[in-house]
């Protein structure tokens, strides 16, 4: 989920700086960066459905497996000629937003992760739904600080001292 966060950095950098310059390294970026995103959670639900929460990881995977190709469709679509589908975007911002909310809940519901990264994901979610869907922000890649915050919890988690951490954070 770090390196799909750093990938959909690296699109909001080309598609803020050269529409028009080099839209198909653009549309790599993007896919890329959906797809790496995409495995993480998936990885992420194997963790929470072993410690017990079967169903919001699931949900929280296909949802994101869904928004993300949508705009990944339309992006390609754009690519050759075909007018940008908008909607797709804003479906992906949704969807995606569910998505991260059903892990925050599982991620409370599972103690996989530290307590105040469950409920940080659900606010963050919630407001960056709110916030773009009443179009005060326009960057659809906002929501995805929270999936970066899971990589990097996660890969605390499996560093040497994993335990005694976990312990101390109350996760």
């Known amino acids: 989920m770090v390196l799909g966060f750093a990938l959909l950095m690296v699109t909001a950098a080309l598609f803020a700086t050269s529409q028009s310059n080099a839209p198909g390294l653009q549309n790599a970026a993007l896919v890329s960066g959906l797809v790496v ?5 998936a990885t992420l639900e194997f963790v929470v459905s072993d410690a017990g929460e079967r169903i919001l990881g699931r949900l929280g995977t296909i949802a994101f497996l869904v928004g993300s190709l949508g705009w990944v469709i339309t992006d390609t679509l754009a ?15 949704v ?10 809940w599982a991620i409370l519901r599972s103690g996989v992760l530290p307590l105040w990264v469950g409920r940080m994901a659900i606010g963050w979610s919630l407001g ?3 916030l773009y869907l009443s179009r005060l922000v326009t960057a659809p890649l906002g929501l995805n600080l929270m999936t970066f915050l899971f990589g990097l919890v996660l890969l605390r988690r499996s560093g040497p001292d994993s ?5 101390r954070e109350g996760g």
């Open 79 to 93: 690519l050759h000629g075909v007018p940008w589908v908008f909607e797709f975007e804003r479906t992906y911002v």
């Open 128 to 130: 960056w739904a709110a």
């Open 95 to 104: 969807l995606a937003c569910f998505a991260v909310a059903a892990y925050g």
């Open 163 to 167: 335990r005694s951490t976990l312990a």
């Open 37 to 41: 995103t995409l495995l993480g959670l």
